[in-house]
């Protein structure tokens, strides 16, 4: 089946650093699936943050990028400077049709603190 | 104002016992979903729903029946609790589960401690 890899658990970046969250999938079905990075920052639910449906594809929201790289099947999430209301859950996750409908399959997810 | 509305926040319950997780969405969407993320795991899909009919289902246990009385309203019922079952119980929806790119929006969650 489909899966999401995100190796750090967690990650602690000064403030106004460089930040890379590392994000690889596995995909079973034919097409190329849809990739997202969702957050959720503490006491809010998940939010969307970014999302790409297209391979090759770079997406960008409040200073995040991730680039869909189908050839090392990577969607690393990155910031140039990072801030303290940055801290939150990062989540990886993938969708397509393999189940017959487009669900979600999320990362174990990690988790971000940014030290002032 | 939070668009999708999920009842309780936090729950506590017996093993053996029964409860209801509601959730509500005023985005107009037509699909309503339910995840749930155990201790140190991914969250992990259950179901899904498009205008009130189930379209997916990856949940082995028959204890957890899903109950949609409008298209806003997916509610959670788990009957026969286990401690195993102690999660946070997400609810989401989106504009359709067929479409591309679908984006799903997510509740709070319902954190459930069965004890």
């Known amino acids: 089946g489909d899966s999401v890899t995100q190796t750090e658990g967690q990650v602690t970046v000064s403030e106004s650093k460089s930040l890379i969250i590392n994000c690889t999938y596995s995909a079973t079905s034919i097409g190329y699936p849809n990739l997202f990075w969702y957050v959720r920052y503490p006491g809010e639910g998940l939010q969307l943050l970014l999302k790409v449906i297209t391979a090759g594809q770079k997406g960008s929201s409040r200073g995040f990028e991730a680039t869909y790289n189908k050839e090392a099947t990577s969607f690393h999430l990155q910031k140039a400077s990072v801030q303290e209301s940055d801290s939150a859950v990062y989540y990886c996750?993938?969708?397509?049709?393999?189940?017959?409908?487009?669900?979600?399959?999320f990362g174990s997810g990690t988790q971000l603190t940014v030290m002032p | 104002d939070p668009k999708i509305i999920q009842k309780p926040k936090y729950l506590v319950a017996v093993t053996g016992s029964e409860k209801i997780l509601i959730c509500e969405q005023y985005l107009g969407h037509n699909a309503m979903y339910w995840y749930r993320q155990s201790a140190k795991k991914p969250l992990e899909f259950m179901f899904s729903?498009?205008?009130?009919?189930?379209?997916d289902n990856q949940t082995a246990s028959s204890r957890f029946q899903p109950q949609s009385s409008k298209k806003n309203h997916l509610d959670l019922q788990i009957t026969a609790l286990k401690p195993d079952d102690s999660a946070t119980y997400f609810c989401a929806s989106s504009q359709d589960t067929m479409i591309s790119g679908n984006t799903l929006y997510f509740g709070e969650g319902s954190r459930l401690i069965v004890v």
């Open positions: 729903y498009s205008y009130q009919k189930l379209m």
């Open positions: 996750a993938l969708s397509d049709l393999s189940s017959g409908s487009w669900q979600l399959i």
